[in-house]
């Protein structure tokens, strides 16, 4: 992760941005799974509780099992962010979060859609702070975040 490391402006688009953002973090969050269930209804048959398949994004975006998901996915972007300087301290945690997610059958390609639906998220909530600046400072962290969890995939040698 060393070689994404971002520049110290960069990193403070971020943490602004992001400190707008973080003082709600279920609302956002569900702005950006309801995103992302859009760009790919497929994703919804992942999220399963108690062997309970949703028939809808909206039935799953209102069920406890799903906010807490959301919540921990919030608490992930947060380490990231408060680890900006250093985010080679979290490349471990990332490969074994890259490794669950390769185990319940979530594709490589699908981290797109999450990417493109935190910005989404980014853009709906910040308005037009939301520079282009910004925007590609988050399309960098993401892509770094995303870098380090595809070692989840590679350690089964079922990179796609």
Not at 84 to 110: F, I, P, R, T
Request: with cysteine; net charge negative.
């Amino acid at each position: 992760m060393e070689s994404e490391k971002l520049s110290s402006t960069e990193q403070a688009l971020i943490r602004e941005s992001w400190q707008k953002v973080s003082g709600n973090p279920l609302q956002h969050g569900i702005i950006l799974f309801t995103r992302l269930f859009d760009l790919d209804p497929d994703l919804l048959s992942l999220f399963q509780y108690n062997c309970r398949q949703f028939s809808s994004p909206q039935e799953c975006l209102s069920s406890p099992e799903f906010l807490d998901h959301i919540r921990k996915v919030m608490l992930v972007i947060d380490a990231a962010v408060t680890q900006l300087e250093n985010l080679l301290c979290l490349e471990e945690y990332l490969c074994n979060l890259g490794k669950k997610h390769q185990a319940v059958g979530v594709k490589m390609d699908s981290f797109s859609a999450v990417g493109d639906s935190l910005l989404y998220m980014l853009e709906k909530c910040l308005g037009t702070a939301f520079s282009p600046d910004m925007r590609e400072a988050w399309t960098r962290l993401y892509d770094a975040v995303v870098k380090a969890m595809s070692c989840g995939w590679e350690a089964h040698g079922e990179a796609e």
